[in-house]
């Protein structure tokens, strides 16, 4: 997880900026991204793997695929 949560927000702040010569370039900015934590998943490989293709199903029956 980032530090800065709302990274759609800075994202597109980034890109306006830019191209108006106001912020620096990807590299530069990109420099002052850091994370803030990082998650592990701790399902043994099995559960995971079902509940993933319940969910699989279950977005197929909602978009009617």
Sequence with gaps: RPEVLETTALGAAWLAGMRAGVWPDMDEFARGWAVER????????????????????????VLGV
């Design 38 to 61: 990082q998650f592990t998943p701790q399902m043994e490989t099995a559960p995971r793997k079902a509940r993933y293709d319940r969910w699989k199903r279950a977005v197929s029956a």
